[in-house]
């Protein structure tokens, strides 16, 4: 021990100081282009990391000299990497399509169009042009979300006295729509939640530590298969201030099971004068039963069922921005509006700009326009057929790897359906001379990086979330995987 310690104290003292390795002919040069202060920050890191690869045993004296004469070459490349960019796009090629850690929903071109059009100039966010004074931002979406969840399919299928008028408001998730909501109608005060949807959504969205934070108390009722009305009515007392339903997202409880309807829960919350809310997590604004994809009910489903306040997110089913919407009876909205929590949790010009330019493809029923939604239309036939050109190709050009098309299903994500089968085509992928997962790390350090998924030491690639114009970079990436 005393030795290796030893040892490594000597690694050490070769180690050049930050200012001899500066003025060492490469790393001057660097200072003449990229400026003394960066250069200077490049050359402590990458003396940092050298020094900790010494204290971890990675490096002897031989290794060290090799790495201290390419020193200026390690400098540039850290030198260039601190000044790129660090969020860069990904080819999804796992079949997840609202993929939270690649970004939920891409946007729609429209959405992007428009937000390039709002983000560089100024804008009427919160200004009434024909009035010439303050207006509000909420205006810009509101009006959308009217025609979307009441005038649906022509028909006045939620009620249109004014009681029942329908209004929305945008904040920055759906997490703080539920903050907002719960803080509004019940801090001081009780919130009613079955023991069945006291659910963890992922990225620790915990509902009993929600409600804490909006400053209501959880009464927890029913059992975590079964809970019945009776059981909210008999928890109901002078501190009830809301109903709460939870969509369960990714976690399903099946066999013994009991949950009210929804129409049966806003039946007791209007007799005994309580608001329901629901948080409905992804939030279609579309039947998806259209697309073949049972089990998911709409936005305006819950507001014909009787719901007072439906939160959900703007960037999983819907295709859109982030954001969290909350829809609902206009005079419970308004309080939303007024709470100061609200300013604290409001959006910017480019979500708003992104999200009406999204919820426009609604009105106009252009849904292919949103990413998510034509990835889900995609037909197995089609997918199959890009599969079937990019095996072809493969084979045709680099033998080395063994290719072909297998049939597989998709993944909605966020939240949404879990029990529905997407079915589709996969590409599956094995070469004699590297593992499924060094494929796939090998896959992932391409440019731009391909997110891939292993199954039984098979690398499978689900086209249904690659863009068909990203086919051409996949079959190159694989082409030219050494
Ligand atoms: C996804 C989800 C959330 C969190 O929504 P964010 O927009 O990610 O904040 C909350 N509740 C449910 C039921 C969800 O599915």
């Known amino acids: 021990m005393r030795l290796k310690s030893k040892a490594k104290s000597e690694l050490f003292r070769e180690l050049p100081s930050v200012d001899e390795v500066i003025r060492t002919s490469g790393v001057a040069e660097l200072v003449e282009t990229h400026g003394q202060s960066p250069v200077t920050d490049a050359t402590r890191q990458v003396l940092a990391r050298l020094r900790a690869e010494i204290n971890s045993g990675l490096l002897d004296h031989s290794t060290l000299l090799l790495a201290l004469t390419d020193l200026p070459g390690a400098i540039e490349k850290e030198l260039l990497q601190s000044l790129s960019l660090s969020l860069r796009p990904v080819i999804n090629a796992t079949g997840v399509i609202l993929h939270t850690n690649l970004g939920r929903a891409p946007l729609a071109q429209a959405a992007l169009d428009h937000v390039l059009e709002i983000g560089p100039r100024y804008s009427n966010l919160e200004f009434d042009i024909e009035a010439g004074q303050r207006g509000k931002r909420d205006v810009h979406v509101d009006r959308l979300f009217r025609k979307l969840l009441v005038d649906a399919d022509g028909s006045a299928s939620v009620e249109r006295d004014s009681a029942k008028e329908i209004s929305t408001i945008v904040v920055n998730n759906n997490a703080a729509g539920v903050l907002l909501a719960l803080n509004t109608l019940a801090e001081g005060g009780e919130v009613i939640v079955s023991r069945g949807e006291l659910v963890e959504i992922g990225g620790s969205f915990r509902i009993p530590e929600v409600l804490a934070k909006s400053g209501a108390t959880l009464r927890e009722v029913g059992t975590t298969n079964r809970t019945r009305v009776h059981?909210?009515?008999?928890?109901?007392?002078?501190?009830?201030?809301?109903?709460?339903?939870?969509?369960?997202?990714n976690f399903e409880i099946t066999g013994f099971t009991e949950q009210p309807a929804v129409k049966e829960l806003s039946e007791l919350a209007r007799q005994r004068q309580i608001p329901l809310v629901e948080d409905l997590g992804s939030g279609a604004l579309v039947d998806l039963q259209n697309f073949g994809i049972g089990g998911e009910s709409t936005v305006l489903d819950s507001l014909r069922a009787g719901v007072d306040v439906v939160t959900y997110s703007g960037d999983k089913?819907?295709?859109?921005?982030?954001?969290?919407?909350?829809?609902?009876?206009?005079?419970?909205?308004?309080?939303?509006?007024?709470?100061?929590?609200?300013?604290?949790?409001?959006?910017?010009?480019?979500?708003?700009?992104?999200?009406?330019?999204?919820?426009?493809?609604?009105?106009?029923?252009?849904?292919?326009?949103?990413?998510?939604?034509?990835?889900?239309?995609?037909?197995?036939?089609?997918?199959?057929?890009?599969?079937?050109?990019?095996?072809?190709?493969?084979?045709?050009?680099?033998?080395?790897?063994?290719?072909?098309v297998v049939d597989g299903e998709s993944v909605i994500g966020g939240g949404a359906a879990p029990s529905s089968v997407l079915l589709t085509q996969l590409v599956s992928l094995s070469r004699p001379d590297l593992s499924a997962d060094e494929l796939a790390v090998r896959l992932r350090h391409c440019d731009p990086p391909i997110i891939t998924r292993v199954e039984e030491g098979r690398l499978l690639l689900d086209l249904r979330t690659v863009f068909p114009d990203q086919d051409s970079a996949v079959l190159e990436a694989l082409q030219h995987l050494a």
């Open 231 to 249: 059981d909210y009515e008999k928890a109901i007392n002078e501190r009830t201030r809301a109903l709460l339903r939870v969509h369960r997202s």
């Open 317 to 404: 089913l819907l295709g859109g921005p982030q954001a969290g919407l909350l829809s609902g009876r206009a005079e419970l909205i308004g309080r939303m509006r007024k709470n100061s929590l609200f300013r604290a949790l409001r959006v910017d010009k480019l979500t708003y700009a992104a999200l009406e330019a999204t919820l426009l493809a609604y009105v106009k029923r252009d849904h292919d326009a949103i990413p998510a939604l034509r990835m889900m239309r995609l037909s197995t036939q089609e997918i199959g057929r890009r599969a079937e050109a990019l095996t072809k190709s493969l084979l045709a050009s680099a033998p080395k790897w063994k290719a072909e």
